[in-house]
């Protein structure tokens, strides 16, 4: 009944969502803070009626506040029902294992070998440097590579590679290959690399509404990129589903990244939890990786992630652990609110590292 294709499939594990009580939630890097009133506002006067037609299949006004925010132009930016549906689109727009491998880092967003798989797309991982910092030098090796695809923040470690970096291999790194950059994580502290599409075409960057604009359940993802890019997105998802992205979405987000203002202090105000939260981990032992991220990666010596991950279950809070190799040391931890952190540091000393 199964076709070959499904059963060779593994699918990716999304993080726990429990429904059985009340958790504090930090395992999938959700921002703590609400939208933008401004999307609250909207939703209180939208009116219903608008639903009875389809939505803009070309994300008109949403591209425009897009281009806007980010000094492009409106051609230069795609919308998706999540970053991951742009990712899975660039997948199978630019990437094609005839011209060789899929080059990206060896711990990664864990979805980059899930779409190869669905799109028969062989890969190559590229190993991290010492620190954990992804070794752009490394890149794009010996012999021939279809493409690079990387987080800047990386995940699960959070790390940033500045642009600097970025800029050296997209010079060394042949023209016609597409580069994706994955931004989901850009507004806690990063540097775009969006400036450098205009001198780049081969470089595509992916944003989202989920993390940086508390907005995970709307699925909203944007990417920016030369003309040609776009319209080869569009050409996807026109092959696809022409209506990826519903009207309230596209009007909600639009309100989102319209309000630079409130969500530049609602991530600052990240960040600075961030720090104080990093300070604290590594006072009762814990190695920390430095995050440009809302997470950190961390681990302490004699006790597995795994461990960590399920005393702070029975105690009622969520984090990530992970059961590969090189990272089993390790736990994610979404940086929420600062009583919640206090709450998650006060058993961390009392029943996780006593
Ligand atoms: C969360 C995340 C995404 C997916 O974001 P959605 O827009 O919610 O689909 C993509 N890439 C990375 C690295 C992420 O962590």
Known sequence: MLTKRLRNLTPYVAGEQPLDKKYIKLNTNENPYPPSPAVKELLGRYDADHLRLYPDPLFTRLRKTIAARFSVKPEQVFAGNGSDEILSFAFFA???SADGPLLFPEFTYSFYPVY??????????IPLAEDFS???????????SCGIVFPNPNAPTGMFLPLVKIRELLERYPGDRVVVIDEAYIDFGGESAVPLINQYGNLLIVQ????SYSLAGLRLGYALGNEELIKALFAVKDSFNSYTVDTLAQKIAEAAIADEDYYG???????RTREYFTGELQKIGFDVLPSMANFVLARKKGIEGRTIYSRLKEEGILVRHFD????????RITIGLPGDMEILLQKLREKVVP
Request: glycine share 12%; aromatic share 16%; charged share 30%.
């Open 265 to 271: 202090k609602v991530n600052q105000m990240v960040v």
């Open 324 to 331: 590969k190799p090189g990272l089993k040391d390790f736990v």
């Open 208 to 211: 989202t509404c989920s993390k």
């Open 94 to 96: 630019f990437f094609d």
């Open 116 to 125: 190869c798989d669905f799109y028969g797309i062989e890969y190559g991982r």
């Open 134 to 144: 992804i070794d752009s030098e490394s890149y794009p090796g010996p012999g021939k």
